[in-house]
């Protein structure tokens, strides 16, 4: 099934959310924007802006460049944590963590354009975050992972694939991912996948992009 969210670039229409999210990695020895360009050449349809321990500064100004990748590649730019850099920057969204400005209140903040993403481990907490404005969820971890820190326990495919049965917006599952388990994940009901290591850790993040692409069953853009 096609699920569909609003399309911050055109405020109007709606944009159907691609099924794999490329997240920037931050971490010592990274290029988040050597992975980002090559994972945009590889056809990604979405990148996620995530940098912990930075200043506003060093975000905004990460999330600044991505976006305006993103923006020539026809790629979406969704920040992590902060709907006013991602506004700042001109992203299309914003994906928040459990700990982050709740879903309503960056609504409020966002307005209705704005993809919000929120995290979820079970259905009811997937609900309510719909309910209080997401236009899609994050749940993991799927899998174990060593890409950030203080996570709690992987849930598997089967437990995220309860959330995706239990919502009605597009679930993209976090934590783990490689190609070789896209299947599974699919099986389960995901509508898509976010990775970090599948692609920064990869020697080509331009092959790795279109190998996670291929197994998902979605062409570049």
């Known amino acids: 099934m096609t699920r569909s969210v609003p399309s911050?670039?055109?405020g109007a229409d709606s944009l159907v959310l691609?099924?794999?999210h490329v997240v920037t990695d931050t971490r010592a020895g990274r290029r988040p924007?050597?992975?980002?360009?090559?994972?945009?050449?590889g056809?990604?349809?979405v990148i996620q802006v995530r940098?912990?321990?930075?200043?506003d500064r060093e975000l905004y100004d990460l999330a600044l460049r991505v976006a305006a990748a993103c923006r020539?590649?026809?790629?979406?730019?969704?920040?992590?944590d902060r709907p006013d850099i991602a506004l700042a920057v001109g992203a299309d969204g914003t994906h928040l963590g459990v700990h982050d400005l709740p879903v309503a209140a960056a609504r409020r903040v966002a307005g209705a354009g704005h993809l919000l993403g929120g995290t979820a481990r079970d259905v009811a907490q997937g609900r309510a975050l719909v309910a209080a404005g997401a236009t899609y969820l994050g749940v993991g971890p799927a899998y174990a992972t060593t890409t950030k820190d203080g996570l709690p326990a992987p849930l598997g495919a089967a437990a995220v694939g309860e959330v995706a049965a239990g919502v009605q917006v597009p679930v993209i599952a976090i934590?783990?991912?490689t190609a070789e388990r896209v299947p599974e994940?699919?099986?389960?009901?995901v509508h898509g996948v976010a990775v970090v290591g599948a692609v920064s850790d990869a020697a080509d993040p331009s092959v790795a992009t279109r190998r996670l692409l291929a197994a998902l069953g979605a062409g570049p853009r």
């Open 185 to 189: 994940l699919l099986a389960a009901g």
């Open 18 to 20: 691609g099924r794999l």
């Open 43 to 45: 056809g990604a349809p």
């Open 72 to 80: 020539e590649h026809g790629a979406l730019c969704v920040v992590d």
């Open 51 to 55: 940098a912990k321990g930075c200043t």
């Open 33 to 41: 924007l050597e992975a980002v360009a090559g994972a945009l050449a």
């Open 175 to 177: 934590g783990g991912i």
């Open 8 to 10: 911050a670039r055109d």
